[in-house]
């Protein structure tokens, strides 16, 4: 994915692999809506600049890794998932 480049903690996080929560979102309607969380994501390849129509961008990927936050049972809410999607 690309994401605005302002400043350099997406490098930093990759040097570190440092995981962060990361939330996608695609589309503006409801109905139309789609959703992706990694609540422990880590930047896998050096982020590389790109252009975005003007604006600096860095084109990341990302891996799900294990998150162990989540409280509550397995029958009843996602618990400790490394990733999660959602249509609104």
Same mark, same amino acid.
């Given at each position: @994915? %690309?994401?605005? =480049? !302002?400043? %350099? =903690?997406?490098i930093a996080d990759f040097a570190a692999q440092t995981g962060r929560p990361w939330s996608i979102h695609y589309g503006s309607q409801p109905g139309d809506l789609f959703s992706l969380c990694l609540p422990n994501a880590r930047v896998v390849e050096d982020p590389?600049? !790109?252009d975005g129509n003007g604006a600096v @961008?860095?084109?990341?990927k990302l891996e799900g890794h294990y998150y162990a936050?989540? !409280?509550g049972s397995l029958a009843t809410t996602p618990y400790n998932s490394p990733a999660r999607m959602a249509f609104l």
């Open positions: @994915m %690309s994401v605005f =480049r !302002t400043y %350099s =903690r997406e590389k600049p !790109t @961008m860095s084109q990341l936050g989540d !409280t």
